[in-house]
Nanobody, 125 residues
Framework: QVQLVESGGGLVQAGGSLRLSCAAS????????MGWFRQAPGKEREFVAT????????RYADSVQGRFTISRDNAKNAVYLQMNSLKPEDTAVYYC??????????????????WGQGTQVTVSS
């Protein structure tokens, strides 16, 4: 069973930056596509970004395109989300997810079978 732990969330003013980290258990991590999703109260879990096993294929939600960057370091069993120019509407719990596939093109959270506990990101105006 893959274990995922997110960190790096916090409170930041609009226009600021945060860098989220997702630490994964060693087993099978390097072969898995990973994703970041977020969920605000009363909302569905929303696609933010995905990255394939090698880091060569990355996709972003329109709402974060140009502001967020997903990356990974397989040697460290870690996935990151650099968030710049944060806006209050980015406020949510951010979750790291693992796909059983090496590459995913869908934006659906259903494609990611394993999740971390989430880390809270709050952006003040």
């Amino acid at each position: 069973q893959v274990q995922l732990v997110e960190s790096g969330g916090g409170l930041v003013q609009a226009g600021g930056s945060l860098r989220l980290s997702c630490a994964a258990s060693e087993r099978t991590f390097s072969s898995s596509a990973m994703g970041w999703f977020r969920q605000a109260p009363g909302k569905e879990r929303e696609f933010v970004a995905t990255i394939n096993w090698s880091g060569g294929i990355r996709r972003y939600a329109d709402s974060v395109q140009g502001r967020f960057t997903i990356s990974r370091d397989n040697a460290k069993n870690a996935v990151y989300l650099q968030m710049n120019s944060l806006k209050p509407e980015d406020t949510a719990v951010y979750y790291c997810g693992r796909s059983p596939h090496s590459t995913v093109y869908t934006t659906s959270a259903d494609a990611f079978g394993s999740w971390g506990q989430g880390t809270q990101v709050t952006v003040s105006s």
